[in-house]
């Protein structure tokens, strides 16, 4: 697979296993009785016969095209929060992409930075099994850069801010293998605004890095007809959460230097979300849930 994007002519022997070659990305070979199969690349494409292809998610908007894998056959998909779901039906295929397209147009319309970083940087999305009605899920895997797992999407807009939320993890993760943020000795736990476990300090830099672009992207959908008022809530929720958390991550004095240019990035992007005006019930309504959470908080770790 690499070899084929690369470009570069090879011919190897790929391992079979329960009958099937699995190529990451492209699908899965047939190859019943076998415990290798011959693949070629040959002018950066693979001459093989793919049983069960990953599907392909596409849509263009606002000159900005994307193009994600919708995997459903790798065997080595696990690692989220819930398990892989089986092979899509064609409605279910034709329900992603469907809201693939509408969550397209909202973030190329609206958010194009964060557009132009999904079109650089997410290549696979990993359907999950939806455990429990009512509530989505989805998880980035630290060493599995550009891909994420999550459950079937609710709305065109909660995919748009599941697809902003995830690729912050995925960015986080790939600039933590290049340097370090924080200090690895340091073994102290802290509040998370939108969780009741206490979490050490790489985990809180990891959910307020996240949840700055979650904060971003409520604030970029306040304006779309039919979700204004949830958003404008979600908008002053995110907002507290991250500047509560920055807060902390801030007075720890135990970020290396490239942590602190990190949270003062973050510091001023916060800031500059702090001061869009939101209405009073909001931001209320935001105060109460943040002041519940560490609540209950405080009740779990007492």
Not at 207 to 228: E, I, K, N, S, T
Not at 260 to 281: F, H, K, N, Q, S
Request: negative net charge.
């Amino acid at each position: 697979t690499a070899c084929a994007a690369a470009g570069l002519d090879i011919e190897v022997q790929v391992p079979v296993r329960n009958g099937v070659a699995v190529l990451p990305g492209v699908g899965a070979i047939s190859a019943p009785g076998q415990d290798r199969t011959t693949i070629a690349v040959v002018d950066g494409r693979i001459t093989a016969t793919v049983d069960q292809p990953v599907h392909h998610l596409t849509a263009t908007w606002a000159g900005r095209g994307l193009r994600l894998g919708l995997d459903d056959v790798d065997p080595y998909r696990h690692g989220h929060h819930a398990p892989p779901a089986p092979r899509l039906t064609a409605a279910d295929l034709d329900r992603w992409r469907r809201l693939v397209d509408e969550a397209w147009q909202l973030l190329a319309g609206l958010a194009p930075g964060r557009a132009d970083e999904l079109r650089a940087g997410l290549r696979t999305l990993v359907p999950l099994v939806q455990l429990d009605q009512g509530s989505s899920r989805s998880a980035t895997i630290r060493h599995a850069f550009g891909m994420f797992g999550l459950t079937p999407p609710t709305s065109p807009t909660d995919l748009a801010v599941t697809l902003v939320h995830e690729f912050q993890h995925s960015k986080l993760s790939a600039i933590l293998d290049l340097t370090p943020m924080t200090d690895p000795t340091d073994d102290r736990k802290f509040f998370a605004p939108w969780r009741v476990d206490p979490r050490p300090l790489s985990g809180l830099l990891q959910g307020v890095y996240a949840f700055v672009g979650v904060a971003d992207m409520w604030h970029a959908l306040r304006d779309v007809p039919g979700v204004q008022a949830t958003a404008e809530r979600e908008f002053a929720e995110a907002r507290l959460q991250v500047d509560r958390g920055l807060d902390a991550v801030e007075q720890s004095h135990a970020l290396t230097p490239a942590g602190e240019r990190l949270a003062a990035g973050m510091r001023a992007t916060t800031d500059r979300l702090l001061a869009e005006p939101v209405t009073p019930a909001a931001d209320r309504a935001a105060r109460e849930t943040l002041a519940l959470i560490h609540e209950r908080w405080l009740v779990h770790n007492n």
